[in-house]
């Protein structure tokens, strides 16, 4: 790593993706490797997360080479959850292998995980910029991540084809979305599906209102019920469905986890502009020099976080999404 007074010459540049892979990763690794080559810079992969990153599997990689990658999900450079990360060693390693190739900064697509072992890197003197990738909308600092709208668009195919069966059998369909501890995905899903109904771990109201809740939209003719229960809730979604299924609501309940399809699937056109917009602001601050922050989309702005005050926290969720779906959907 070359240094001119406090500056360093950033002339090579790794990047890679971490945690749950979320559509837009590689619209994000397409990003760096072209603004990084249309800069001059040599641009490597970095396969398979902090794990490739600690056994140096690294790939120089040119604008050609992430040709026709901007539209397909996942990540084509893979990735992992690394346990070896959260240690000293790993870190340090991590940081061996970069100096002995020669990369002089890192930039790391992914969920709070991923934040927080670039802090890591960096507390330890590495430059790191962060992108925040992840389905779960939970990193602080920004209003939205890499791959959430594509996530909440998946999700509402899946509700409109799920409500068609539920208004033919009078079902209450009791619907999972993944998050983690984030009820986000659960509550945008109500408001974009009509669910009558949102379970979160955030608010968790409890089962006997859930029947309430579905008993009177049977009461008012409704032809189906649609509930959406974030992962997060502190119930089981069988332990849900068993519950509400004994009581006599009108509706019978049949329950549906839209798991891993949730995080498959090509980029939306607004995930595609997001990832492509932070790679570029991402290369841009690590010419110049600003490192240690993870690119944050506010008010439309691309502003720098740091990335020790996004780490250890989550996005607040706002509640008045629930109000919003429980009103408009009488
Ligand atoms: O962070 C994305 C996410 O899909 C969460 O919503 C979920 O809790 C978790 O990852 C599942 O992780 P894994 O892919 O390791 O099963």
Request: glycine share 12%.
């Amino acid at each position: 790593m070359e240094q001119q007074e406090n500056n360093i010459i950033v002339r090579s540049i790794g990047v890679l993706t971490s945690g749950g892979d979320a559509p837009g990763m590689n619209a994000v690794i397409r990003g760096v490797v072209r603004a990084g080559s249309a800069k001059g810079l040599k641009v490597y992969g970095v396969k398979n997360g902090y794990t490739g990153l600690i056994n140096g599997e690294f790939e120089l990689l040119g604008k050609r080479d992430v040709s026709n990658i901007l539209h397909r999900g996942g990540t084509v450079l893979g990735s992992d959850r690394s346990p070896e990360m959260k240690t000293q060693k790993g870190q340090r390693e991590a940081i061996r292998m970069m100096n002995n190739i020669g990369i002089d900064c890192l930039i790391v697509c992914g969920g709070d995980g991923t934040m927080t072992g670039g802090n890591a890197l960096f507390e330890q003197g590495f430059p790191v910029i962060g992108i925040p990738g992840t389905i779960d909308n939970d990193v602080w600092g920004t209003s939205t991540c890499v791959g959430v709208d594509t996530a909440l668009n998946t999700i509402t195919e899946a509700i409109d084809k799920i409500r068609d069966t539920a208004a033919s059998h009078r079902r209450a369909y009791i619907i999972e979305t993944m998050g983690r501890d984030c009820g986000y995905l659960a509550i945008q899903s109500a408001i974009v599906s009509g669910g009558e109904c949102v379970l979160i771990p955030e608010n968790p109201i409890s089962i006997e209102e859930v029947a309430d809740t579905i008993e009177n939209a049977y009461k008012r003719g409704k032809k189906h019920c649609i509930v959406l229960m974030a992962e997060g809730y502190p119930l089981k979604l069988d332990e849900v469905v068993r519950q509400l299924d004994a009581m006599d609501l009108g509706f019978t309940a049949r329950g549906i986890n839209l798991s891993y399809v949730q995080r498959g699937g090509s980029p939306s056109a607004f995930d595609r502009i997001l990832a492509s917009r932070m790679a570029f602001t991402a290369v841009d601050w690590a010419i110049n020099n600003q490192f240690g922050v993870m690119t944050a989309l506010r008010s439309d702005t691309m502003t720098p976080v740091p990335l020790k005050d996004v780490i250890g926290k989550h996005r607040e969720l706002n509640l008045q999404y629930m109000e919003i779906s429980n009103v408009l959907s009488r």
